[in-house]
């Protein structure tokens, strides 16, 4: 009504006038007599933008009109087709939408802390008969979230099970879903495949085993940063498990050894050691030791100086609420001085004395290696000794000692006393010839 009064004054015309150009306007806007209707008909001086706005964030719309005249801009909502505002006057509840008009052409809507709901598009509306219209449209993007309901916590199941891991996310676009391990071990899915990332939101894994279990990691993401994501531990229970690389241990009298069992189990396992039903405890000859990794335990018994009650069976035993296991260790005597048992003084002596009187030259040199290597021995075997009375050091030479005498020594001694059995034997031929040839004397004489 107003616009039409305005209108009357200015161009001195009917207002039926007005209203026929008004609509000739509208549906020939460029007609060689369009300068009145350019002049007195608004016009959109741009297209509105689109926007894409993470939500929390501040939504701005500009419609641009030129030669408004005293027609009225108002913003509506297309989809559910209300009126947000006419001119800069708020018609809608919302309050978080203001209209100003700026250099005065632009019809500026602004929603701040943008909602989902907002999303949708947004006409600017000219009340002209008809009525002229722009839209544009609000997209709304929300970063990923996930959701705790119904996503998997930590899982805690047997070796063997079948584990479902789940993981819920919202956002806007839909988050795209991807499970990997915290440490960048590989995944067995389903089908026996091993994939360092799976895409998906449930992660199967059939039979699980103590190689599963650990920290996974559900990363959800729909390029609207920050992607987030979500820790679920999968604990894997199972019955401790031992492992024993050498079940026979040698040792001599005085040495430091070391037993070693590996064991597996989860939950956590209880590991002592055992010799004759008795547990033993750490002390100043034996020392048990345990390093830990994940669910592996290597135990390891020290003994710092084998005694003679040392020797026998040593038993590992590793338990978990699971069940228990124990495995066993033979700990064998190596005698140090097997060199002096097979050559006791009293043999030598005899040897020497028997071939001295044969091959004095060969057998004087035998006899002297022979004599040595004994004597290296009965020294070794002093020292051992002294060993039960103590001293680390001396101990330790000793064993080098007796290590160093023993293979090639050894061969030689074998070597000699075959050496000195035949000399024995040409000794005990050459006395029985000596022998029957004194007879056959005596008996020559007897008889003469
Ligand atoms: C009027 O506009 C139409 C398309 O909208 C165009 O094809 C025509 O050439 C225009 N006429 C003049 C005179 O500008
Ligand atoms: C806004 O988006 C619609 C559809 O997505 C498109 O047709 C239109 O051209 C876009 N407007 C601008 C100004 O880019
Ligand atoms: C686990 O899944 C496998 C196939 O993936 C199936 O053969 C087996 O029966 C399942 N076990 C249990 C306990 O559900
Ligand atoms: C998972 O999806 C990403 C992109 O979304 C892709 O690059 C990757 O190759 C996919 N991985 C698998 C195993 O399908
Ligand atoms: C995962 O396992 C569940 C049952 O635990 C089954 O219903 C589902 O189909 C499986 N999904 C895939 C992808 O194997
Ligand atoms: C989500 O996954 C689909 C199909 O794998 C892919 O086309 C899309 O680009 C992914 N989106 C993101 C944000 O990674
Ligand atoms: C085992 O210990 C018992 C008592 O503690 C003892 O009588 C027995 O002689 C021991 N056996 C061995 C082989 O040491």
Same mark, same amino acid.
């Given at each position: 009504?107003?616009?039409?009064? *305005?209108?009357?004054i200015?161009?001195?015309?009917?207002?039926i006038?007005?209203? =026929?150009? $008004?609509?000739e306007?509208?549906? /020939?806007?460029?007609?060689?007599?369009?300068?009145?209707?350019d002049?007195?008909? +608004?016009?959109?001086? !741009?297209?509105?933008?689109?926007?894409?706005?993470?939500v929390?964030?501040?939504?701005?719309? $500009?419609c641009v009109?030129?030669?408004?005249?005293?027609?009225?801009?108002?913003?509506?909502?297309?989809d559910?087709?209300?009126?947000? $505002?006419?001119?800069?006057?708020?018609?809608?509840?919302?309050h978080?939408?203001?209209?100003? /008009?700026?250099?005065?052409?632009?019809?500026v809507?602004? =929603?701040?802390?943008?909602?989902?709901?907002?999303?949708?598009?947004?006409?600017?509306?000219?009340?002209?008969d008809?009525?002229?219209?722009?839209v544009g449209?609000?997209?709304?993007?929300?970063?990923?979230d996930?959701?705790? #309901?119904?996503?998997?916590?930590?899982?805690?199941?047997?070796?063997?099970?079948?584990?479902?891991?789940k993981c819920?996310?919202?956002?806007?676009?839909? +988050?795209?879903?991807?499970?990997?391990?915290?440490? %960048?071990?590989?995944?067995?899915i389903?089908?026996?495949?091993?994939?360092?990332?799976?895409?998906? &939101? *449930?992660?199967?894994?059939?039979?699980?085993?103590?190689?599963h279990?650990?920290?996974?990691?559900?990363i959800?993401?729909?390029?609207?940063?920050?992607?987030?994501?979500?820790?679920?531990?999968?604990?894997?229970?199972?019955?401790?498990?031992?492992?024993?690389?050498?079940?026979?241990? %040698?040792?001599?009298i005085?040495?430091? =050894?070391?037993? !070693?069992c590996?064991s597996?189990? #989860?939950?956590k396992?209880?590991n002592?050691?055992?010799?004759? !039903?008795?547990?033993?405890?750490? %002390?100043?000859?034996?020392?048990?030791?345990?390093?830990?990794?994940?669910?592996?335990?290597?135990?390891?018994?020290?003994?710092?100086?084998?005694?003679?009650?040392?020797? %026998?069976?040593?038993?590992?035993?590793?338990?978990?609420?699971?069940g228990?296991?124990?495995?066993? =260790?033979?700990?064998? /005597?190596?005698?140090?001085?097997?060199?002096?048992?097979?050559?006791?003084?009293?043999?030598?002596?005899t040897?020497?004395?028997?071939?001295?009187a044969?091959?004095?030259?060969? @057998?004087?040199?035998?006899?002297?290696?022979?004599?040595?290597? #004994?004597?290296? /021995?009965?020294?070794?075997?002093?020292?051992?000794?002294?060993?039960?009375?103590?001293?680390?050091?001396?101990?330790?030479?000793?064993?080098?000692?007796s290590e160093?005498?023993?293979?090639?020594?050894?061969?030689k001694?074998? !070597?000699?006393?075959?050496?000195?059995?035949?000399?024995?034997? &040409?000794?005990?031929?050459?006395?029985?010839? @000596?022998?029957?040839?004194l007879?056959?004397?005596c008996?020559?004489?007897?008889?003469?």
């Amino acid at each position: 009504m107003i616009f039409a009064f *305005i209108l009357i004054i200015s161009n001195c015309c009917v207002v039926i006038n007005s209203s =026929i150009q $008004s609509n000739e306007a509208a549906e /020939h806007p460029n007609e060689t007599n369009s300068y009145i209707q350019d002049r007195d008909i +608004p016009k959109f001086g !741009e297209p509105i933008q689109n926007q894409t706005i993470a939500v929390g964030r501040e939504a701005v719309f $500009s419609c641009v009109v030129d030669n408004l005249q005293t027609y009225k801009i108002a913003w509506l909502k297309v989809d559910t087709q209300t009126i947000l $505002s006419i001119q800069t006057h708020i018609i809608t509840k919302n309050h978080r939408m203001t209209v100003s /008009h700026v250099e005065n052409r632009a019809w500026v809507l602004r =929603i701040r802390d943008v909602k989902e709901s907002d999303k949708g598009w947004y006409m600017c509306q000219i009340n002209t008969d008809p009525m002229k219209n722009q839209v544009g449209y609000l997209n709304v993007v929300v970063p990923p979230d996930i959701l705790d #309901y119904p996503t998997s916590t930590d899982m805690v199941v047997r070796e063997g099970s079948n584990v479902t891991l789940k993981c819920a996310a919202r956002g806007s676009p839909q +988050p795209n879903i991807t499970w990997r391990r915290e440490g %960048g071990e590989s995944i067995a899915i389903s089908g026996q495949r091993e994939v360092v990332t799976f895409n998906g &939101s *449930i992660l199967n894994i059939s039979r699980v085993n103590r190689l599963h279990m650990g920290a996974y990691l559900c990363i959800a993401s729909n390029g609207i940063p920050p992607t987030v994501s979500k820790r679920v531990m999968l604990i894997v229970h199972f019955p401790p498990m031992l492992m024993i690389q050498n079940q026979l241990v %040698g040792s001599a009298i005085g040495q430091k =050894i070391m037993l !070693e069992c590996q064991s597996e189990a #989860y939950p956590k396992s209880i590991n002592y050691w055992m010799k004759n !039903e008795t547990i033993i405890t750490k %002390g100043k000859r034996f020392e048990p030791v345990e390093t830990e990794n994940a669910y592996k335990v290597i135990m390891k018994l020290t003994i710092n100086s084998v005694g003679q009650n040392d020797f %026998g069976a040593y038993k590992c035993v590793s338990k978990n609420s699971l069940g228990d296991t124990d495995g066993t =260790i033979k700990l064998y /005597h190596i005698p140090q001085a097997t060199l002096q048992t097979t050559l006791p003084p009293t043999t030598t002596t005899t040897r020497m004395v028997t071939t001295t009187a044969v091959h004095p030259n060969m @057998i004087e040199k035998s006899n002297h290696k022979t004599r040595e290597e #004994y004597l290296t /021995h009965k020294n070794g075997g002093t020292s051992n000794n002294n060993n039960n009375r103590n001293s680390d050091t001396r101990d330790r030479d000793h064993r080098h000692q007796s290590e160093s005498i023993s293979s090639t020594e050894v061969q030689k001694m074998k !070597e000699n006393e075959i050496a000195s059995s035949t000399s024995r034997l &040409s000794s005990q031929t050459l006395a029985a010839l @000596i022998y029957s040839l004194l007879c056959y004397c005596c008996l020559q004489i007897y008889l003469h």
